[in-house]
Each structure stands twice: as C-alpha cells, then as structure tokens.
C-alpha cells in the first residue's frame, strides 16, 4: 500500500494600496487537524513573520533583524537559533 503525501497547503498573498504604500496580507491555509498539522501551522506562523520582518528590513534599507535557519529531514523540519544581522551559515 502506497503511503500518499498530505495534501498541499494554500497561500494566497494579497496587495493593496495603502496611504502612504502597500498592504501586504499572507493567508496559509488548508493545514489538517492532527497534532503534525498543528505543528506545522505553528512553525509555519513563526517562519511568515520572520520573512515579512525580513522584507520589511530589506524595503527600508536596513539589515534584516533576525532569521532563523531551518534543516529539513524526513521526519520534519527543524529552526536554528535566530541569528542577527545578515550571518549566513557556511556551505559545508
């Protein structure tokens, strides 16, 4: 029997005029109800923020405030320890 991959994720990303620039808005869903779902959903909450936190830095010339390195295995995926500035882990 065939194990079959969970069934993707939606993310709609919406622009809008606002006063002064752009609105942003990131919706993720169609997360599943199980606990790895739930983890899922929270680590994917986290990873939103830090990348919009990131791009907001970058737009406004400044360096990014904090990202987090994330290793993927076959049993799920894993974040570092935020680092600040613009580190850059080694390639090994």
Known sequence: MAILPPPPTRVTIILARAQGGTLLRVRHTRFGHSPDWARARSWHKRAWITC???????????PP??????TC??????????VTGSHRPSAH
Request: aromatic share 12%; hydrophobic share 45%; net charge positive.
């Open 52 to 62: 919009l936190d990131n791009l907001e830095a970058f737009l406004a010339g400044r």
């Open 73 to 82: 295995k076959p049993r799920g995926c894993f974040a570092s320890p935020r």
């Open 65 to 70: 405030p904090a990202m987090e390195w994330v």
